[in-house]
């Protein structure tokens, strides 16, 4: 952190906790902090405070003890109601009784790695903020073969700056295409009142076909570069998608990959975006959700 900065967002951060319900979140910090600095900071809310020098080992270890396995919310608010059951049901616990319904639209985005499909979802929400419409959107990311970790950085791409309230945001880890719990977080999320609901996959290819049991539309996105159409083929991204996006449209060989989408698309839609600028970002969330 800068130069006491810590005495400005870390009550920030307590705050946010509190306004999503979970004023018992632990929360501990670590840096450059001055000494008397600690006691404001544990006065606020803070459980552990740790200085430079800190081993690695003794910071896992007091995450460890303060880590309570599935402990009992003390809030009924309804988002953190929400990331509780997605939890309960993305670890096959059992999920209390809770409202459930399918929302109205769900939507699968998928695309090789590197496509922007994070970039371009983060954009999706900032339009359904601006349009006063309420948006979830679930996150998987790959878990490590190695480590059975996983990143979870699809929602480093989010500017939080720009979302509200209205957009509910929850990245998961899963090993291949392993959507087990997805039709029950997805009648969660529905049943938590979100009627628009986006799904973004691992990646895609011949291992993602099956994310189209659990959508309404599967959008597919590519980059100029990525390939052409006879690897697209082969990689199966032609019958996953229901559309396609050309994200990064700025980029040198669109005009190449719309000619062979258009060539083997089928009277599919293909619509391109520029996401970081937020350029044809209007037009598709328009295009899927009305």
């Known amino acids: 952190m800068m130069s006491n900065s810590h005495l400005v967002l870390v009550p920030r951060l307590l705050d946010e906790c509190a306004a999503v319900g979970r004023p018992d979140m632990i929360v501990h910090v670590g840096g450059i902090i001055p000494q008397e600095d ?107 073969p190695i480590t059975n970790g996983a990143l979870l950085g699809d929602r480093l791409r989010v500017d939080f700056n720009r979302v509200d309230e209205n957009v509910f945001y929850r990245s998961l880890a899963i090993e291949g295409e392993d959507y087990h719990a997805l039709p029950e977080i997805i009648e969660l999320i529905g049943g938590a009142g979100f009627d628009r609901l986006i799904v973004e996959t691992v990646g895609a290819g011949q291992n993602e076909v099956r994310i189209r049991t659990f959508v309404d539309n599967t959008v597919v996105v590519v980059v100029p570069g990525m390939g052409d159409a006879v690897q697209m083929d082969k990689a199966g991204i032609l019958e996953i998608a229901d559309e396609f996006v050309i994200n990064k449209a700025d980029f040198a060989g669109e005009s190449k990959l719309k000619r062979e989408l258009l060539d083997i698309a089928g009277g599919r839609n293909i619509h391109e975006t520029v996401a970081t600028q937020g350029q044809g970002v209007l037009e598709l969330f328009e295009a899927l959700f009305g």
């Open 38 to 144: 600690v006691a404001t900071l544990k006065e606020g809310g803070v459980d552990q405070v740790f200085h430079t020098g800190t081993t690695f080992d003794a910071i896992v270890d007091a995450v460890r003890d303060a880590t309570q396995r599935h402990a009992p919310l003390t809030t009924d608010h309804p988002i953190a109601t929400l990331a509780r059951n997605i939890s309960l049901a993305h670890l096959e616990t059992k999920v209390p009784e809770a409202p459930r319904r399918r929302p109205a639209r769900v939507v699968g985005i998928t695309g090789a790695p590197g496509a922007g499909k994070s970039t371009l979802v983060a954009a999706m929400a900032s339009e359904a903020v601006q349009r006063g419409e309420r948006l979830a959107v679930v996150a998987f990311d790959p878990k490590s």
